[in-house]
């Protein structure tokens, strides 16, 4: 980069050269995307293109007998009257809530009880064994509790045989609580990550501004409130922007436990894109939906980058 | 332990005071040792089913084993087909790795170095293709894909899984280049370095930690995917380790001793991987997402 300005000049004061020097700046120009160039490539024709081109596949029918054919904005219509998709989008509403909340608490919580943790050895052991469930794969992680919550050798033996048979309940196949059984399953394996996340930024606390509260007297809620949140609130802003964005595409863990039933009780947006495009064969119908799901997570992130461009430490 | 009592004590205080402490100190493990009990529990409750038989699983899953019954895992191995998806997933994941490591270096040693105005354009586009949902793009990349012949082949998705994996790998590789020393490179340069000698001699073995990071990290994650890899990978000779599982696992749910020992077998490498090189991973875990 500093090198940019010094060529300038020496092509300046050499006149003579000035091809030389027109395709040696021309060189110059390209060098940076000689270094970008590959990797924005790829991801353009892996994901950028296809994804704008969804907006295209958005504005076609494909059902058995119309293969491609272009009918404007009819599937968008078709979404505002979908109830299947009203039902969804609340499922992600009410899996958003969650997650902003049990897990940013776990995390943070648990992360404060570990830094205050004298052995730096029972903090590597807890880190460890909380950040542990991460590392299991989604397709392990749901059958798993799919096990955990079967009716007949799961965890309801247990509960019977502890006398709470009122809290055995029909985990996956009841209605009122399917979603939530898999928002415990997703969170079990959530959690210990942001936990890491807020280690880390709680390490990054300046030292200075404890000891600076301590001699004007804080107590410990006074520390907490006036030195640890604030000084936490861009990690909080950007693992709330992160919850946002991930809870409008969760999917794995509703595709395998229990495919956005029963009865729609655990659809949610992505489970219903993936059911038209893979199952019902409707590509154009699904698109349409992809691009209203992925405008709405852009509202977040264009809010981001605004307030970042705006100097907002956030 | 130790210093905090003397502290306590040089200040005037009463040993009573210290010991109060130290008893403070011990509450905070309640919460801790509730968590990761919790965090736990599954996984255990996992290992011990998977050497369990299948009649004392169904019989009761929370209890202790019925004896050893580790030919489950034999049989769990070779019903399952894991000997070809071992071999693919390894192909996968390491040529993903390599391949995240080598266009996500250039590309944030790009962005970290020069200064145009492209590069604020190119940040903001990899932060907002983290709000890509992957189904939003999944059907025309399918068809894509379709066109290309590149369905059912390990390059296909390891081509997928590179571009999925750039945008992160470069945010993190690229704030890491930000907070290495300059001078290096400038000498490196008076003495006639070309701008791709710098970067390979000085800036990789510098940044390595951040490589080994990312390729953890990377390693991990492709290791794990399912849904992309069983949309693309249909044939069962092609399929990963973690789509044989989840199509495996469909099928024989009647078998829970096969199924448990074939979940076992399925996340050991990842595992087994993270609890070596932990440090690495959070540390990249971390640096990557909190600047990004």
């Given at each position: 980069m500093a090198t940019l300005p010094q060529l300038d000049i020496h092509a300046g004061a050499r006149p003579i050269g000035a091809g030389v020097a027109r395709r040696r700046s021309w060189r110059r120009r390209a060098t940076p995307w000689l270094y970008i160039g590959p990797a924005v490539l790829l991801h353009v024709f892996v994901i950028g293109g296809p994804a704008v081109f969804t907006f295209f596949l958005s504005l076609t029918s494909w059902n058995g007998?119309?293969?491609?054919k272009f009918i404007g904005l009819a599937n968008y219509h078709q979404v505002l009257g979908d109830s299947t998709a009203g039902a969804a989008m609340l499922n992600n509403i009410r899996w958003t809530i969650l997650f902003l909340t049990i897990p940013i608490a776990l995390g943070l919580g648990s992360a404060l009880l570990i830094s205050r943790l004298r052995s730096s050895g029972l903090q590597m052991t807890y880190r460890t064994i909380f950040y542990?469930?991460?590392?299991?794969?989604s397709a392990v992680v749901g059958r798993l509790w799919q096990w955990i919550y079967?009716?007949?050798?799961?965890?309801n033996n247990l509960l019977s045989a502890w006398g709470l048979n009122n809290l055995a309940l029909g985990w996956l196949s009841d209605p009122a609580v399917a979603l939530y059984s898999v928002a415990a399953a997703d969170n079990w394996r959530w959690w210990g990550f942001l936990m890491i996340i807020f280690l880390g930024a709680l390490s990054n606390v300046d030292p200075v501004l404890y000891e600076a509260a301590q001699i004007d007297g804080a107590g410990r809620w006074a520390l907490f409130w006036h030195v640890t949140l604030p000084s936490l609130r861009p990690t909080l802003v950007f693992v709330g922007l992160l919850t946002i964005i991930w809870s409008f595409q969760v999917i794995e863990l509703i595709l395998i436990?229990?495919?956005?039933g029963p009865s729609n009780a655990s659809m949610t947006l992505s489970m219903w894109i993936y059911q038209q495009a893979i199952?019902?064969?409707n590509p154009g119908y699904a698109s349409a939906i992809a691009v209203l799901m992925s405008l709405g997570c852009s509202i977040f992130i264009g809010g981001f980058v605004y307030l970042r461009f705006k100097g907002w430490d956030v | 332990m130790v210093t905090q009592v003397d502290r306590t004590r040089s200040l005037g205080g009463s040993g009573a005071r210290a010991l109060r402490a130290a008893g403070l100190r011990g509450l905070l493990h309640v919460p801790l040792i509730i968590l990761a009990i919790t965090a736990l529990f599954p996984l255990a409750l996992l290992f011990v089913n998977s050497v369990k038989s299948d009649a004392a699983i169904k019989a009761n899953a929370f209890t202790l084993p019925d004896g050893l019954h580790w030919d489950n895992f034999v049989h769990a191995w070779q019903t399952a087909n894991y000997g070809p998806a071992f071999r693919n997933s390894l192909i996968v994941s390491v040529a993903s790795v390599a391949l995240v490591c080598l266009l996500g270096g250039l590309c944030a040693y790009g962005l970290a170095r020069f200064q145009m105005r492209a590069v604020n354009i190119i940040l903001v586009y990899l932060l907002f293709s983290f709000s890509l949902?992957?189904?939003?793009?999944l059907v025309p990349l399918f068809i894509l894909w379709h066109v290309l012949g590149l369905i059912d082949t390990l390059q296909g998705i390891i081509l997928i899984y590179t571009a999925q994996y750039l945008p992160f790998s470069i945010m993190l590789l690229r704030s890491y280049f930000l907070g290495l020393p300059r001078d290096l490179e400038e000498a490196a340069r008076i003495d006639g370095a070309s701008e791709f000698g710098v970067f390979r001699r000085i800036i990789i073995p510098l940044a390595w930690p951040a490589f080994a990071s990312v390729g953890l990290i990377v390693g991990i994650w492709t290791w794990n995917e399912f849904v992309f890899a069983l949309t693309f990978l249909p044939s069962q000779d092609m399929q990963t380790v973690a789509v044989r599982y989840t199509s495996f696992s469909g099928q024989y749910t009647q078998d829970l001793a096969a199924s448990t020992a074939a979940a076992t077998i399925m996340i050991l490498p990842a595992m087994v991987l993270f609890l070596l090189l932990q440090k690495r991973f959070i540390a990249g875990m971390t640096a990557g997402s909190i600047r990004a």
């Open positions: 007998f119309t293969f491609g542990l469930p991460a590392t299991v794969s079967d009716p007949f050798y799961g965890i436990m229990t495919q956005g199952y019902n064969y | 949902p992957g189904l939003l793009y």
